[in-house]
């Protein structure tokens, strides 16, 4: 670590002069790598754009320390400690899906190999073209068709028997205009007559938006 910190504080008169062949390559194929995944794929499907400080600023942090780290000698006791000080990143203050999570961890990931990359740019976009398209096989409807959830509170207490499912499924088909092929029943309040429920269901791209609005207004 001391070894970094001179690193960093030692006045160089070179100015750029001194950086590595390729780190303004590797630096864009990492930024547009991103760009695409969160833009064209995360937020087509989700239209969530909460989190997209978090996944800029994240990828480009530890894009920025991990080359700095490269560029010095370290013990491997160090490497290890700024390893266990990432791993234990956590957001307490606001629950993460795992999907969210999921995307986190790629961006964190594409970083990191964006800076320690030692081939040429061409194979560093092989790489992160890779993985975008893995992505995109999964989150897409390529593969399997994708499955989405939601836990709703539902009124009628009297169709979550098991020999009525048919009628469970067709009434919240209605009211939420969603595709619903199953369901599971979180909890029953009979004082209140209401059962919470998660309800799983298939939906194209182009209609999971609009869909959304319908099922949010079983959770009021």
Known sequence: MTLLL???????????????????????LDL????????????????????????????????????????????IGAAFGLFAVFSMLRYRTEGLSAKDM???????????????????????????????LCVQLLEGNWLFRREFSKTVFYDRVDLIVPGRRPDLLLDLENRTGLDIH??????????????????????DDAKHESVQKAAASLLR
């Open 6 to 28: 001179q690193h960093l504080s030692t006045p160089d008169s070179s100015g750029f002069a001194n950086l590595p062949d390729g780190v303004f390559t590797r630096l864009g």
């Open 32 to 75: 547009f790598t991103v760009v695409v995944l969160i833009r064209l794929v995360y937020y087509r499907i989700y239209r969530k754009t909460d989190l997209f400080l978090t996944f800029f600023t994240f990828n480009l942090i530890i894009f920025l320390i991990t080359f700095l780290l490269n560029q010095v000698q370290m013990s």
């Open 102 to 132: 999921t995307y986190l961890f790629v961006v964190i990931a594409v970083g990191l190999i964006s800076a320690v990359s030692q081939g040429s740019g061409y194979q560093l976009a092989i790489i992160n073209g890779l993985i975008l």
């Open 182 to 203: 199953r369901v599971d029943i979180q909890g029953i309040d009979f004082l209140k007559d209401s059962a919470q429920i998660t309800i799983y269901y298939y939906q």
